[in-house]
């Protein structure tokens, strides 16, 4: 029996329904009409289910629970950006800090700038981030800031510079796609808290990033993600991508430990069989799960990282 292999015209077809997707995800105003909807409402939230702990933080405290069980980390993020209004940017801000004294050990924080003020104001965005800081400094958890679309990406290291200036556990997110992750990365190197690589989901132009599909990301990936293994420095290979994790593996010698400065992290109900082999091997390793009402914008981004994703979705709208 042979397999053929995907004709262009369906691979074409898979670009653009990636490229829709990603354009979709981007319309702020669908990220509420479409959970409020009667109809598209109900059937969104079973796609959803897949990729999302929940709307609250008791629905992540409790898949939390359960992967800490499994002997995974987890990374928590309360899902939410392009806030634009100055008070309610600091009530989200309020679900963080609950977020930093609730959840158990063994669990980091991740958050959108723009979540917390920096579509309003940086200094906004500054003061909320520095609560933040703060209070997962008091409860022994590291705090990550997630990236964003390019055109935010100067505000946001920039933020993330002035948190380095007082506290030592503020992470940073940094995305493979982006030409100018070369020169960012040496400059994020020289200080202090985890650096987490991406792929990057956002649409972008190709001047600035390289293509999703673009063999050239992938040697990108491998490159920066080898950069951080030599460094020493604490940092996360956050992927899906077999191949990328077998050849960061191989770089690591096959082996890690407890005690290792780097980590493997998937994204919720991604990549499980990913960790359970990374952590057999010795590595640390990390489930990210977000939580919150604003799902939408999430979601598309994760169905147009895979067309497969697509057919999955479509079985999960039509189940009971």
């Given at each position: 029996?042979?397999?053929?292999?995907?004709?262009?015209?369906?691979?074409?077809?898979?670009?653009?329904?990636?490229?829709?997707?990603?354009?979709?995800?981007?319309?702020?105003?669908?990220?509420?009409?479409?959970?409020?909807?009667?109809?598209?409402?109900?059937?969104?939230?079973?796609?959803?289910?897949?990729?999302?702990?929940?709307?609250?933080?008791?629905?992540?405290?409790?898949?939390?629970?359960?992967?800490?069980?499994?002997?995974?980390?987890?990374?928590?993020?309360?899902?939410?950006?392009?806030?634009?209004?100055?008070?309610?940017?600091?009530?989200?801000?309020?679900?963080?800090?609950?977020?930093?004294?609730?959840?158990?050990?063994?669990?980091?924080?991740?958050?959108?700038?723009?979540?917390?003020?920096?579509?309003?104001?940086?200094?906004?965005?500054?003061?909320?981030?520095?609560?933040?800081?703060?209070?997962?400094?008091?409860?022994?958890?590291?705090?990550?800031?997630?990236?964003?679309?390019?055109?935010?990406?100067?505000?946001?290291?920039?933020?993330?510079?002035?948190?380095?200036?007082?506290?030592?556990?503020?992470?940073?997110?940094?995305?493979?796609?982006?030409?100018?992750?070369?020169?960012?990365?040496?400059?994020?190197?020289?200080?202090?808290?985890?650096?987490?690589?991406?792929?990057?989901?956002?649409?972008?132009?190709?001047?600035?990033?390289?293509?999703?599909?673009?063999?050239?990301?992938?040697?990108?990936?491998?490159?920066?993600?080898?950069q951080l293994a030599d460094s020493g420095h604490l940092c996360s290979f956050a992927t899906h991508d077999w191949d990328l994790i077998h050849r960061i593996d191989h770089h690591l010698g096959g082996t890690g430990h407890e005690t290792a400065p780097w980590e493997f992290e998937t994204l919720l109900g991604l990549g499980p069989d990913r960790l359970d082999a990374m952590a057999e091997r010795g590595h640390p390793t990390?489930?990210?799960?977000?939580?919150?009402?604003?799902?939408?914008?999430?979601?598309?981004?994760?169905?147009?990282?895979?067309?497969?994703?697509?057919?999955?979705?479509?079985?999960?709208?039509?189940?009971?």
């Open positions: 029996m042979t397999t053929s292999l995907p004709s262009t015209s369906t691979t074409a077809i898979s670009a653009q329904a990636a490229q829709v997707l990603r354009t979709l995800a981007l319309d702020e105003e669908l990220k509420w009409r479409i959970p409020e909807d009667p109809v598209m409402g109900p059937l969104a939230r079973k796609v959803a289910r897949r990729f999302v702990a929940g709307e609250t933080l008791t629905d992540a405290l409790d898949r939390a629970k359960r992967i800490l069980a499994d002997g995974h980390r987890v990374n928590v993020e309360y899902m939410g950006e392009s806030c634009r209004d100055q008070q309610r940017a600091a009530a989200e801000a309020d679900v963080f800090l609950d977020a930093a004294r609730l959840l158990p050990p063994g669990c980091s924080i991740s958050l959108d700038l723009s979540h917390i003020g920096l579509a309003v104001d940086e200094e906004l965005a500054l003061a909320n981030a520095t609560r933040i800081a703060q209070a997962t400094a008091e409860t022994g958890r590291e705090m990550i800031i997630s990236a964003e679309g390019s055109d935010r990406t100067d505000a946001v290291l920039a933020l993330h510079r002035a948190l380095c200036e007082r506290f030592d556990h503020v992470g940073i997110t940094v995305q493979a796609r982006l030409h100018r992750t070369a020169e960012d990365l040496r400059a994020l190197l020289a200080l202090p808290g985890r650096i987490r690589l991406v792929k990057g989901a956002f649409l972008e132009p190709e001047d600035i990033a390289y293509p999703r599909e673009a063999p050239a990301l992938s040697a990108a990936y491998v490159d920066y993600a080898e990390r489930e990210y799960v977000v939580f919150g009402t604003e799902w939408w914008l999430y979601v598309c981004n994760r169905l147009a990282e895979d067309p497969q994703r697509l057919l999955q979705a479509l079985v999960d709208a039509a189940a009971s």
